[in-house]
């Protein structure tokens, strides 16, 4: 594309007015790590991408390199990280990983395995104060964050030790073009490198002392991102540059040079690269270990090529054969080749040309064949093929028979970067003499490299063809380039894929392209590249209850006759960025196609019952159409035609609100080509689609349960708080039983203590009584036994005596009495005692049933104080989920979306038509009620038809009260009248798509051509 070009589709691109979203898919645009040492286990983290909601799954190309979600400490994901192991036997190279979450599959982003320990940059390291420290012997992986992101690394050498810087980025799937610049201890640059293209940076150093290194690293155009990773080795592993052939023979072990600045063991040469000597090294290669090229360009796979890692820290692009090559010889100005051959060269020094010289025969063919870029070579070869003419004189001229610069061949167009720097010439040999090639590098005058490498192949032709399907994402008309994507399908959803055919020699047949081995769910009707084209289209589909699944797709090519077909299997093309930091658009080979299925649905998907048809000319195909709305879908569906065949109308048409069907309409014209084609029908909308109704759902379920819990947690507070309730009426009763039990024995003390009192006055006054009633008796002897005592005294005595012993009786009556109620109250003691004793043991339990019952409210009290704890948790987890759904219903609410949603394709063969038919239709084609009309067919076979005809009138489905009888118009006749019937009741309007057809027989096979006829039905 020219810069012109380039500057109007920039300003078509501005142009364009704001679209609507389309239905989301999985794309990521970087992992980080991008690699890791074999036998290594460690986190790799989603670098940048889109719609990477909910991943669950990484998956890598080679089955022993494996993931697990990594999470948290909780069990929880951690967004887009993932612990990958990587098999100790997995061999050093280029895989696929990709990442699977709710919206399907990913695209796939390359995953480098080497055998050295690797490590991350540490940021920030933006400075040389800060650089990363690196040991000899490692690998870094790192990253250019943004435009001005530089990153410096620090490393000891000893003196006289050889080691290699060597990055990698366009092997990563990164844009970043690293510049790479070594510094000495003095802070001079020492050494520095850059990519070029696909050719990576690298630096080969050996330091006269010990000495720290300091690495600078930044992108050369100043470009920066998540996906702009890089890693490079510091090692003093064998640094190979380059092999010579740059290719081996298919089929057998084969050995080639290696030439390198850094091959201990090897030859020296009179070769430098970057100021070092180039030593070289011979190399056994066994292609039969070799497997599909991943990362390598697309246009690779229009060439068998491999990596080969036969050089520890080294992958070298080989290609393969027919046969062993021929290896120019540099010092030769012209050198000899018998044909065929695969000669090997390269444009070493400025102004390099190359010239080889064969015989050939008059009437033979051969296809001369450069092969650069294809291996991934950045030389950019101009071929020139001249015949050499000797005079009679010996006089020595030149006749140039072809030039060619470039690739005449770019079946991806504007949409998959197929187109090559390697140019191709067939030569059909006008007479026996000798003829030359001439190859030169187009910028020959400003450049020579030996890395400048090449392959031509000198073979007789031998039409093939070579198939790569490209593994992307369409936009949402159709109309701009597609981008990375991979077969993510929704329930009854569809989605088309580009398949791309690269013919050789001449090839010029249909290829049929077919999905092989399919899971259950997924269907795919085959499809047709038509004679002479070059690209198609093919639908995978899943099945409305297909289940959620990952499952790798295969596609294959046939051409030709069922006993000689060219089964052809296509590789996989992934697009890895548009044009971006000084970089064209890039697209290379990924391992595999792997169709997967996510839980979403399509919201409407279009039927069409028509799997293939043959036609011809000038005829008309209707085509039922039907869409299945899901999910309250009812809106308008615009559908349109794409991979029309020229000189075809397929007139865009609609199903409106409330509808569910159509009748389409395609008319192969009478010049339309004699070919073969896969239709395919679009149909668009714009739909009211819930991002993740998932997300709502769970949030709904989450305050669900939230509220339950709450109501638990309630329940339980409530419970606890009656059980602490109930706990403190016991100890409140049994406190008061204590206390009485404790009142009740201190009454019976004090009662008993009066008892005892009384007793002891009682015992007391009977004492004084007996003492009185002595001294009265004592007093009366006295007065009885003195002489001189009066009578009156002894009255006095006596009565005295008597009083004493009335109070001793008194006295006696009252012990009497208390002895009686002594033993009444010793009785009563007795029962008191017991009481007490029974009060005191009661009293007992019960203080420590009390301590117990205390307890119990401590632990109710506990209870409780958890309950309320466990509440108010409880109503933070509601509060939370109650802003959890109210979030997840804003983020999951109806959006407006683009839908487009394609049939499976309708394979059409366009044969040509048996006659030119014309009809004249009397008063315009009106025709009453009950009437009739009589129109005049006219049939002009061609000349390859000469036989008989039927003439029908062809009706739409459902069309009703109009008929015709069908007529035969002999092989000698070219006229003949059709008539037309209306019945009675015939619905009055316009007849839309009604034809009439002429059918012959060609060769067993009825062949038909139409005349549209307007006719309309009046009263």
């Known amino acids: 594309m020219t810069g012109r070009s380039l500057l109007a589709f920039a300003f078509a691109l501005l142009a364009v007015g704001p679209v609507l979203a389309q239905l989301p898919q999985a794309r990521i645009t970087s992992v980080f790590p991008p690699g890791a040492q074999r036998g290594a286990t460690l986190d790799v983290v989603v670098g940048g991408g889109s719609d990477l909601d909910e991943l669950d799954a990484m998956i890598f190309s080679h089955p022993e390199i494996t993931a697990t979600q990594k999470r948290d400490a909780g069990g929880n994901p951690v967004a887009s990280t993932f612990t990958v192991t990587v098999g100790g036997n997995v061999p050093a190279g280029l895989y696929d990983v990709r990442v699977r979450g709710l919206f399907g599959i990913s695209n796939p982003r390359i995953f480098r395995v080497d055998s050295l320990p690797e490590i991350a940059e540490t940021e920030p390291n933006n400075a040389a104060p800060q650089a990363t420290p690196v040991s000899l012997e490692s690998i870094v992986s790192g990253r250019a964050n943004g435009a001005t992101d530089v990153d410096f690394f620090r490393f000891p050498v000893k003196a006289g030790q050889t080691f290699v810087i060597r990055s990698e980025a366009a092997r990563l799937d990164s844009p970043m073009q690293p510049l790479l610049q070594l510094f000495n201890a003095a802070g ?153 051959a695969e000669v090997a060269g390269r444009f070493a020094e400025r102004g390099d040309e190359d010239v080889f010289r064969f015989e050939a025969k008059k ?153 092989v081995n399919l899971p259950a769910g997924l269907s795919a009707r085959p499809s047709v590249i038509g004679p002479g084209q070059t690209t198609t289209r093919i639908v995978i589909t899943a099945a409305p209850d297909a ?163 709450m109501a638990t947690r309630q329940t339980q507070a409530q419970t606890a708080e009656a059980a602490l309730k109930e706990q403190q009426l016991k100890v409140t009763a049994l406190t008061e039983q204590v206390k009485k039990l404790g009142e009740e024995l201190a009454a019976y003390t004090v009662q008993q203590q009066k008892l005892k009192e009384d007793f002891t006055k009682a015992v007391a006054a009977q004492t004084a009584s007996l003492e009185t009633v002595a001294k009265a008796q004592a007093q009366a002897a006295s007065i009885k036994a003195s002489a001189t005592g009066k009578p009156e005294e002894l009255v006095a005595s006596l009565k005295a005596l008597q009083e004493a012993a009335d109070a001793l009786a008194t006295a006696a009556a009252k012990v009497e009495e208390l002895t009686t109620a002594a033993d009444a109250v010793a009785k009563q003691v007795t029962s008191v005692k017991e009481l007490e004793a029974a009060k005191i043991r009661e009293k007992a339990e019960a203080e420590k049933l009390v301590a117990e019952k205390m307890k119990d409210v401590e632990t109710a009290q506990a209870m409780l104080t958890q309950s309320m704890k466990d509440l108010e948790a409880a109503k933070a987890a509601k509060a939370a989920a109650d802003d959890g759904l109210k979030k997840a219903e804003e983020a999951t609410k109806p959006n407006n979306v683009a839908v487009r949603a394609v049939a499976d394709p309708i394979v059409v063969r366009i044969h040509a038509g048996t006659a030119r038919v014309s009809a004249a239709v009397p008063d315009n084609g009106v025709l009453k009620r009950g009437g009739m009309l009589a129109i005049k067919v006219t049939a002009a076979r061609r000349k390859e038809f000469t036989g008989p005809l039927k003439l029908t009138l062809e009706l739409p489905p459902g069309t009703t009260g109009i008929q015709a009888a069908a007529v035969d118009l002999p092989a000698d006749q070219s006229e003949a009248m059709l008539t037309v019937t209306a019945a009675a009741d015939a619905p009055v309007g316009d007849l839309a798509n009604v034809v009439i057809r002429a059918t012959g027989d060609v060769s067993g096979r009825a062949a038909a051509t139409d005349v549209p006829v307007a006719i309309k039905i009046a009263e």
């Open 188 to 340: 001079r640059r020492v050494a520095e490198s850059r990519r070029v293209f696909s050719q990576e940076a690298s630096i080969v150093h050996t330091p006269a002392a010990d000495e720290e290194y300091l690495l600078r690293v930044q992108d050369a155009v100043y470009g920066g991102g998540d996906q702009f990773v890089y890693r490079f080795a510091v090692d003093t592993r064998p640094q190979v540059d380059w092999s010579a052939p740059g290719f081996i023979a298919a089929g057998a072990a084969g050995s080639v040079t290696l030439y390198g600045r850094h091959l201990p063991g090897g030859e020296a040469t009179d070769l430098k690269l970057g100021g070092q000597p180039v030593l070289k090294l011979t190399a056994s290669i066994d292609p039969a270990t070799a497997g599909q090229p991943v990362g390598a360009a697309a246009t690779a796979a229009f060439a068998q090529s491999f990596w080969w890692n036969g050089v520890d820290g080294n992958l070298l692009r080989l290609g393969l054969a027919p046969q062993a090559a021929l290896l120019e010889d540099p010092a030769a100005a012209e050198q000899s080749t018998a044909v065929p």
């Open 547 to 709: 289940p959620e699944l990952l499952a790798p797709v295969s596609l294959q090519g046939r051409s030709g006759p069922a006993d000689a077909a060219l089964i052809r299997e296509a590789r996989t093309a992934t697009l890895v960025h548009d044009a971006l930091n000084g970089l064209p658009r890039t697209a290379r080979l990924s391992d595999s196609l792997i169709a997967g299925v996510m839980k979403d649905e399509q919201p409407f998907s279009v039927v069409v019952d028509i799997a293939a048809a043959d036609y011809s000319q000038d005829q008309q195909l209707l085509i039922p159409v039907r869409i299945v709305k899901r999910n309250g879908f009812d809106g308008k569906v615009d559908f349109a035609f794409y991979n029309v065949p020229g000189e075809t109308d397929a007139p865009a048409f609609a199903i409106e609100p409330g509808k569910d069907s159509a009748l389409a309409r395609i008319y192969f014209k009478e010049k339309a080509p004699v070919s073969a084609a896969a239709i395919l029908l679009h149909g668009t909308s714009t739909v009211a689609w819930r991002r993740n109704p998932w997300l709502a759902e769970r949030a709904r379920l989450k305050v669900t349960e939230a509220e339950a819990s």
């Open 363 to 515: 009437g033979d063919s051969w296809v001369i064949e450069v092969f650069a870029q294809r291996l991934g070579s950045i030389a950019d070869p101009l071929l020139m093929i001249e015949r050499i003419n000797t005079a009679a004189d010996g006089t020595v001229t030149y006749a140039r028979v072809a030039t060619e610069d470039d690739d005449r061949q770019n079946p991806g167009g504007a949409d998959l970067p197929t187109l090559s720097d390697d140019p191709s010439a067939r030569l059909d040999v006008p007479e026996d003499g000798n003829y030359r090639i001439r190859l030169r590098d187009r910028y020959s005058d400003a450049r020579g490299d030996a890395r400048l490498s090449y392959r031509v192949s000198i073979r007789k032709p031998q039409p093939d063809y070579s198939l790569v399907v490209f593994d992307s994402f369409p936009s949402a008309d159709g109309k701009a380039p597609p981008t990375s994507g991979a077969i993510s399908l929704r329930k009854g959803g569809s989605y088309e894929l580009p398949v791309y055919a690269y013919r050789r020699d001449g090839h010029n047949d249909a290829i049929e392209i077919a999905a």
